[in-house]
Structures are given as structure tokens and as C-alpha cells.
């Protein structure tokens, strides 16, 4: 390991030949060399500067990491191996004032930028925080073989979604791990359906392999974190023969940070935060947790959700409280909101331009998630589009009044859902004919506002059939940085 003696009282430089900078000053190096302790550290090898014996060869880069190098040239001042003074690029006065050699660089320009370290080139920081860093990396290391084609490796040890994934190197884990200021070694949470702990190094591995950037790295955190609670029953959603899967929805300052999308396509494809955050969650679970299709995964037919389903809320120009408010945050938080659901259904309405109408269309669509005559077994989760939310804001209604309207819009006389009623088995108990029946739980509808501002759709997500107090229910947690 490269270390600066305890005793060494002198100067350092830190060069390389492709510097434009470095080549000029050779002779101030010579200069400075012949009259006093200077080590000459050469990023290219000891072959430059030609002109200066006893260069040290700095191609591996370890003393550029451990001294945080950025610019080449470099001078450093040390007494007794401690560090007192830095200087980059040249400035012929401030080397001439930290040297105390007045006539250094006679002849040179007065000022010269530097070069870009190769320490700093892209992808080696990581490289090097591997290598020579103090954070240990406690997976274990899969060898590749050398004619091996490690995509397909991953398909073949069962590590992906059917999509093809990001290969887990070390330094792109340590890239994802500096999204955050925790500890690799920090259990987030117990992974369903196996119950295994996980660390935030191994949510790293999966966010890597997802796609994700280590700006998104946090929102993926909450995102297992959410799913780890109780109350979510992930192991419910997972094993359940239904549609379900955890969706996520993201509100606060970060989506705009990050680049989410919470406009048109919202639900879809084409973003990269969206697409990958939800799918990090849903590989932690399966490569950590071991949830996977045919084992615990029941599912009868599944939906397209289950790679990864998250998005943003429209917050910007938003005339409601987001979901992240009216659950108890403030709107500078910036959250994770884990919803347990299934498949959209659009709501198609091209005609009603009054809260009332609109509302009790709403209402319609509403009333058919899991089935038109099964009622409050299951939760749901409303996407209100902006040309929707338009016919509110004109009218004046605020997010409650919609809220009760709606409520209303959603009861309905049990002799008409019993079973049997309008010639269909499936259906509400015999005795409760005579009751009027609200189509949600309480708090099991979750109202939002995304998507584009052309288009008169919005849309419902359909809850698991197990919502509610015995089974899933919406969770929102707040992000860590």
C-alpha cells in the first residue's frame, strides 16, 4: 500500500505526459528537484519526464487516489508525512511562494491550467475505490469464464427478469453505492417469500443489474424498504394467484431531481428512472427473497407490472394535495408510496365537462375492479389525468369534495351485487340484501394526478384481492439519503 512516510518532509508532484502543463514545466521540476526533497509521481511510468532521474511510477494510480488527485500537475506540500499545502495547474508566483525559491520558472509562462488527472477518468474511480478503497464488498464473486458470454450466464443461473440485465461488477456496485451515505453492511429488511436479510449492498447488485443510476439508488432503498413492512404483506401479493404487484409511486422534490416521468406515457415506457426503479425492487425480490414465477410466484396469468411498475405523481401544476400529503407528509418530502395492484383500465369519457358527471363516470369504471358485484374486498388506485382534473378545477372542487362525491357514487343497494342477482353465482352474501354496500374499504382508494395534458382518459390500477386489514395495505415511507 502507498503510504507517505511518517518522517518525509518535502514536496510530491503528481504528473502525466499527455499534459499539456506538465511537459511545459519540466524545467521548473528539474529547478525545484535540485533544491529540494521533491518525489516526481508519473501517472505514464518513470519514462517522463525524461529529463529527471528517480521518477516514481504512478500507473496504478494508487497514490492518486489515497491523495485525491483531480488535476495534473499536482504539487504537494508535507511535514512529517502530513499534508500542509496544495497547489494545481501552474502559477508561477503561488509555486514560487510555497517553494520559497524565488526565480523558479524563469523563462515559463506566468499561469498554465492543468490536465484532467487519470485518476478521475471515467469509470476509475471506481475502479480504484475497489482496488485500494476501505469499502469491503461482502457478495460473493462468480467467476466468468473467459469465452463465456456473462449476459447469458445471468439467464442461465436464473438472476433476470427475461430481460437481459446489467452485469454486477464490482466497481459498478460501488458507483450505486454512492448514491448513499449508508453503510453497505446496513440490513434494509427481511426479503419474502425466503426471509432473507438484506443488505444495502445487495439491493446495489440488483439496482445495478435493474439499469438504475446512482442518483435513483435512493428511491429504490425506500422502495424495499416499503415493501419489507409488515402491513404490505409482500409475501401475500407475491404468493397470491391474482394480478398483483407492488407499484410504486414517488412524490416530493427528488422526482424532478432525478428526471422522473409524471407526464405523458406515465404508466409506460421510455423513461429511464421509471422503467428501472420498480424493476430494482421486483429483482430484490426474486434474486434476495427467491420469488420467483411457478415457486411462490402463483400467479395465474400476471400483467406486465410484475418487471417493474413506478412512476411519478404530477405535482408541479397539480390543483389536489399529492397522494404523499393527504398520507400524512409534507410536500417538500420527497416519498415512496408502495401500492399493491394489478393491471390498468382506462376510463373513457369524452364527454362530461361537469365534476358531477364526470365523477359518477368515474364511479362506473370503479365499481368493476376485481368484479362489478364483489365489494369491499379489494383496494384501488385512481390515475387522474390533467384534462380530468381541468373539469375539477374549474368547477371548484377540492380533493375532498371529489373524495365524498365519489364515495357516494360507489354505494349501492346489496340486492343488486348478491349473489345470484342479474343471473351471475359470483357475488355479495344473501344477507346482506337489504345493506348498502361501499364498493372500498376506508382509505383503500388512492387518488392521483399524473400523466400528459392532451387527452380526456384516466385510469384505474386494480388492487390486490386481498387488501386490507387480513392482507395489503398502502404503504408510504420517506426517502434517506
Not at 127 to 133: H, Q
Amino acid at each position: 500500500m502507498t503510504v507517505i512516510p511518517t518522517d518525509f518532509t518535502g514536496f510530491i508532484a503528481v504528473v502525466k505526459r499527455d499534459c499539456s502543463t506538465c511537459r511545459l514545466i519540466e524545467p521548473a521540476f528539474r529547478e525545484l528537484k535540485s533544491g529540494a526533497a521533491l518525489q516526481i509521481h508519473s501517472q505514464d511510468g518513470p519514462a517522463f519526464p525524461e529529463t529527471i532521474d528517480d521518477v516514481f511510477d504512478e500507473r496504478e494510480l494508487e497514490l492518486s487516489y489515497r491523495l485525491n488527485i483531480e488535476i495534473v500537475p499536482t504539487l504537494i506540500q508535507f511535514q512529517d508525512g502530513e499534508e500542509r499545502a496544495r497547489l494545481v495547474g501552474w502559477r508561477r508566483d503561488d509555486w514560487r511562494c510555497l517553494t520559497g525559491m524565488p526565480a523558479l520558472g524563469e523563462g515559463l509562462p506566468d499561469f498554465s491550467p492543468g490536465c484532467g488527472s487519470k485518476s478521475v477518468e471515467p469509470g476509475m474511480p471506481e475502479k480504484l475505490a475497489y482496488k485500494f478503497g476501505d469499502t469491503l464488498l461482502q457478495a460473493r464473486r462468480v467467476a466468468v469464464a473467459a469465452q463465456q458470454d456473462e449476459h447469458e450466464l445471468m439467464f442461465e443461473r436464473g438472476w433476470t427478469d427475461g430481460l437481459p440485465v446489467v452485469p454486477p461488477t464490482e466497481e459498478r456496485i460501488l458507483k450505486m453505492l454512492s448514491g448513499t451515505t449508508r453503510s453497505p453492511s446496513e440490513i434494509i429488511g427481511i426479503i419474502p417469500p425466503d426471509n432473507v436479510p438484506c443488505t444495502i449492498e445487495k439491493v446495489a447488485i440488483n439496482a445495478v443489474m435493474a439499469g438504475c443510476k446512482p442518483e435513483y439508488f435512493p428511491v429504490a432503498l425506500a422502495a424495499v424498504e416499503a415493501a419489507c413492512l409488515d402491513e404490505f404483506c409482500m409475501h401475500g401479493v407475491l404468493a397470491t394467484t391474482y394480478f398483483s404487484s407492488p407499484i410504486v409511486i414517488v412524490n416530493g422534490p427528488i422526482v424532478d431531481r432525478i428526471g422522473m416521468n409524471a407526464e405523458h406515457n406515465v404508466l409506460g415506457q421510455g423513461n429511464r428512472a421509471n422503467s428501472t426503479i420498480g424493476r430494482a425492487l421486483q429483482l430484490v425480490i426474486r434474486n434476495v427473497g427467491g420469488g420467483k414465477p411457478g415457486g411462490v410466484d402463483r400467479a395465474t396469468l400476471g400483467q406486465p407490472g410484475k418487471v417493474g411498475f413506478c412512476f411519478a405523481e404530477r405535482e408541479h401544476d397539480s390543483y389536489w394535495e399529492s397522494l404523499a400529503v393527504e398520507r400524512g407528509f409534507s410536500a417538500d418530502q420527497s416519498t415512496v408510496t408502495l401500492f399493491a395492484g394489478g393491471g390498468v383500465h382506462p376510463v373513457g369519457d369524452q364527454r362530461s365537462r361537469r365534476p358531477e358527471s364526470l365523477t359518477r363516470s368515474l364511479a362506473m369504471t370503479l365499481r368493476t375492479v376485481y368484479h362489478g358485484k364483489i365489494y369491499g374486498r379489494t383496494d384501488a388506485l385512481l390515475v387522474v389525468s390533467p384534462e380530468n382534473m381541468r373539469v375539477f378545477r374549474e368547477a371548484g372542487w377540492s380533493k375532498a369534495r371529489f373524495r365524498e362525491a365519489l364515495a357516494e357514487a360507489l354505494m349501492v343497494d346489496g340486492r343488486d351485487v348478491v349473489a345470484g342477482a342479474a343471473g351471475v353465482d359470483e357475488g355479495m352474501p344473501a344477507q346482506l340484501a337489504e345493506k348498502r354496500l361501499s364498493k372500498f374499504r376506508p382509505g383503500g382508494l388512492l387518488i392521483v394526478h399524473a400523466g400528459g395534458g392532451a387527452g380526456m382518459w384516466s385510469a384505474v390500477i386494480t388492487g390486490w384481492a386481498g387488501s386490507g386489514s387480513k392482507g395489503s395495505v398502502p404503504v408510504t415511507v420517506a426517502i434517506k439519503s
